[in-house]
Every structure is written in structure tokens, then in C-alpha cells.
């Protein structure tokens, strides 16, 4: 079955870190580019950071630029953000996607169910 | 503030149609045919439903539809049903800087 599922979500202290991981499975994972999405509670979505599908390449958005970064291992069909110096705007949910083709990075066929960070003292 | 504009709600009943908006600019909805919508429910892993403005993916219904005329883009499904009840985001390219803007989201429920 296809699908992609989040883990790493908690609650941290402002300034904190975290590490959140998404496994895939049921395609090939490494011909792939990925990419973090966040919901803040009663907001909308908001791309965080993606990644090429052999890492050369990665991107962030300028809200998490420098403390965010992300990485994925395709030996192990794994995508990862290390999230450092958490803020209280960093609480959301965090969904990972996988565009959907090797060329078309701006849409996303498949999803996870997220997993949340909650950032708070 | 969403880059993109949505109305907050929209309803209709089942077997009526619905459109949904998305107010954009000629940074991103009007340069570019790569607008895509989403279907979130809660709990549940986000759903494409539209991509390159009007292309649906596979599996999804053909009573989903998309347009785009100047800088609004557009969804609409016909024939609705139950389960078409959600959120709905709009998404759109809007060049290598900002890379995608998302819409608000709208609310759709079906009477």
C-alpha cells in the first residue's frame, strides 16, 4: 500500500528542538522530491521546506530559513526536519508529501496524516 | 493573511453544484497554470484533487473541475455528495523566490 506516515510530533519549550521523521512505502521513494507542509491551528497551509530527490537540492521557506533542515535517507525511504530554535509560531501540524511526478514539484499526490508540534512554555 | 483568497464557507445540497474561489495575482495565479487544490478532512492525509489548473488525478472524480481566468482560479464540484464535505485549499506557483502560496481555505458542507 501506498502511503507516508509522520512521527516525531510533542511538545517542546520555546527554543527547543525536535526531529520529525516521515517513512514511505509502496513507491520508489528516492525518484521522488518531498516536502514539509505545516497547518498552524486555524490557518492554512504553508510549505516549510523540500527537498530534491537525491538531496542536491533543498529549499526553505524564509520563516523557518536557518533554523529548520531537512535531509531524507532513500536507503531507508526516510524524510526528516530537524527543527532547532523553536518558536511558538513553529506550532502547527506537519504533514510530509511527495510530488507528484520526477518533474512536477509543485502539486503533491500523496500525503501522511501529519504529526503535531506544539511549542510552548 | 492567505497569499491567496478563499471564502471561509460555502454549502450546498447534495446533487446541487458548488464553486469555490481563489483570489490570486499576476505574481502567482495569473503567471502561471500551476494551480492545485486540496481536500483535508481531519485526521485524515490531505487529498489533490486538482492540479495544473483543470487535471485531475487519477481516481478522482470527474465531478471535480477546475478553471482559471485572469488571477482567480476556480473549483467546482457538481453532483455533490456527503463525503465531498471538507476543507478546501487552493495552491498556486508563484515563481523561484517564493516557490507556492496557499489559499485560506474554505469549508464546504453539504446540506
Known amino acids: 500500500q501506498v502511503h507516508l506516515v509522520e512521527s516525531g510530533g510533542g511538545l517542546v519549550k520555546p527554543g527547543g528542538s525536535l526531529r520529525l521523521s516521515c517513512a514511505g512505502s509502496g513507491f520508489a521513494f528516492s525518484d521522488y522530491y518531498l516536502i514539509w507542509i505545516r497547518q498552524a491551528p486555524g490557518k492554512g497551509l504553508e510549505w516549510v521546506s523540500y527537498?530534491?530527490?537525491?538531496?542536491?537540492?533543498?529549499n526553505y521557506a524564509d520563516s523557518v530559513q536557518g533554523r529548520f533542515t531537512v535531509s531524507r535517507d532513500n536507503a531507508e525511504n526516510s524524510l526528516y526536519l530537524q527543527m532547532d530554535s523553536l518558536r511558538v509560531e513553529d506550532t502547527a501540524v506537519y504533514y510530509c508529501a511527495k510530488a507528484y511526478s520526477s518533474s512536477s514539484v509543485w502539486y503533491f499526490d500523496l500525503w501522511g496524516r501529519g504529526t503535531l508540534v506544539t511549542v510552548s512554555s | 493573511q492567505s497569499a491567496l483568497i478563499q471564502p471561509a464557507s460555502v454549502s450546498g445540497s447534495r446533487g446541487q453544484s458548488i464553486t469555490i474561489s481563489c483570489a490570486g495575482t499576476s505574481n502567482d495565479v495569473g503567471s502561471y497554470s500551476l494551480v492545485s487544490w486540496y481536500q483535508l478532512h481531519p485526521g485524515k492525509a490531505p487529498k489533490l484533487v486538482i492540479f495544473e489548473v483543470n487535471k485531475r488525478p487519477s481516481g478522482v472524480s470527474d465531478r471535480f473541475s477546475g478553471s482559471k481566468s485572469g488571477t482567480t482560479a476556480s473549483l467546482t464540484i457538481s453532483g455533490l455528495q456527503a463525503e465531498d464535505e471538507g476543507n478546501y485549499y487552493c495552491c498556486a506557483y508563484a515563481g523561484s523566490d517564493t516557490y507556492l502560496v496557499f489559499g485560506g481555505g474554505t469549508n464546504l458542507t453539504v446540506l
Open positions: 527537498i530534491s530527490s537525491t538531496s542536491s537540492y533543498t
